[in-house]
């Protein structure tokens, strides 16, 4: 631009010396050149600039969280067990909770024609294998509306003195007595098995205690078993012993 206004001064010395229109078109044209030169170079270096990256809406934004995994069904009831049994002395039901270390939970209830009959629950302790505590279990019962309430305690713990075992020790304290037994079992054979247990209760009212004896031979028989029960005390010797048996057909 200051090049063609120099010029322009010696254009108009030129045509006032020489009096003629050419050596002015001239100049212009040479003008008109040079600013579209100009130009030209403007946008060659304005296109060969670098373009502005585009900002990408998906990395502004935040990344959206993982979704939650549904939500597992509750694995309580599969650690219940439901019982009962209907007479007709009335209906009897017993829910149990069994958890995965052995620990426990129950609550059952009667019902009689009369109504709402007794309302138990218990609560089991399992120790560890490796623990000598003994295994515990806190049950009481208590008829709706009025005081008669009963509770247990008991305490279990197996002693393995033997090679194949030892005899499991129970102790048990309730309202109105006290025991202690000690019970085995021993597999003879395949299909034989025996299991016997002394207990020795004591009576707080009387005062008095008195031993009692229980065998159990078990004998399977293809899909079910039979089983001998011998039961006897101490008070009725020999001939107060009872023997009886049952029998399991399974399926």
């Not at 030129?14 to 040479?30: D, Q, T």
């Not at 946008?43 to 597992?72: M, Y």
């Not at 009897?92 to 069994?98: L, M």
């Amino acid at each position: 631009f200051a090049a063609f206004l120099h010029v322009l001064p010696c254009c108009k010395m030129a045509e006032h010396r020489c009096g003629s229109g050419l050596p002015n078109f001239i100049l212009v044209l040479v003008g008109v050149c040079l600013g579209a030169a100009g130009f030209q170079a403007f946008q060659t270096g304005k296109n060969s600039a670098p373009p502005v990256p585009t900002p990408d809406p998906t990395s502004s934004s935040p990344t959206p969280a993982a979704p939650l995994p549904p939500k597992k069904v509750d694995a309580f009831l599969k650690h219940v067990r439901f019982s009962g049994s209907v007479g007709s002395g009335g209906w009897k039901g017993v829910a149990t909770y069994k958890g995965s270390n052995g620990n426990s939970l129950k609550v059952g209830t009667t019902v009689t024609q009369k109504g709402l009959g007794r309302v138990e629950a218990a609560l089991g302790y399992k120790a560890e294998e490796w623990h000598w505590g003994p295994d515990l279990e806190l049950a009481a019962s208590v008829k709706p509306g009025s005081n008669d309430v009963t509770y247990t305690a008991r305490a279990r713990k197996k002693l393995d003195l033997l090679e194949n075992g030892g005899p499991t020790m129970v102790a048990e304290v309730s309202n109105n007595a006290a025991s202690i037994a000690a019970e085995v079992a021993q597999k003879l054979a395949q299909e034989i098995s025996v299991a016997a247990s002394l207990r020795v209760p004591y009576n707080f009212e009387s005062r008095k205690a008195d031993a009692v004896l229980n065998g159990q031979t078990s004998y399977k028989v293809g899909n079910g078993k039979v089983v001998g029960l011998l039961h006897a005390k101490a008070s009725g010797g020999l001939k107060g012993a009872k023997v009886s048996a049952e029998y399991d057909l399974g399926q």
